[in-house]
């Protein structure tokens, strides 16, 4: 009967320890399966929250563009402005360029005239120079031939 109990008590410990075993083994899928659980639900929450603040910093983003647009019109209004006074600076003085150039070419022009004038008054001197000189030449011809025509009368009537 001892022997009987002993065999009794040691199923009994053996089936005790395997109920243990198994509820320990129980127990620690539980825990396995709850802390997956738990980081699914921890990992699903970080991507939430990490969503939401890109969200938040999407909204200041925009928010901070609608608040800096007026600045950034009247900058690009102030671009526009100088280039508009750049263009027209530079109208300005590509005319100033264009009226020198024309003063100029009017400068060069009435030189090149009082030059032609000149030449034409030089060139018309020039011939009433040569005329006067043919004639004298050829009144000088005939005053001398008069005046040896006075000699020959003169030693004719002396």
Known sequence: ??????????????????????????????????TERADRETER??????????????????????EQEPEKEMARERVREGQRREVTEKHLLEMRLVEQQSERNAREFEFAVA??????????RQ?????????REMYGAEIEKRREEVEAVERVVL
Do not use: G, P
């Open 1 to 34: 009967n001892r022997a009987m109990e002993s065999v009794c008590a040691a199923t009994d410990d053996m089936m005790v320890e395997r109920e243990r075993k198994v509820e320990k083994r129980l127990a620690l899928e539980f825990a396995r399966k709850e």
């Open 45 to 66: 929450e970080e991507e939430w929250e990490r969503k939401s603040t890109q969200q938040k910093l999407r909204e200041r983003e925009r928010e901070t563009e609608q």
């Open 115 to 124: 030059h032609a004038r000149e030449k034409a008054w030089d060139e018309e």
């Open 127 to 135: 011939s009433v120079c040569a005329q006067i000189e043919r004639e």
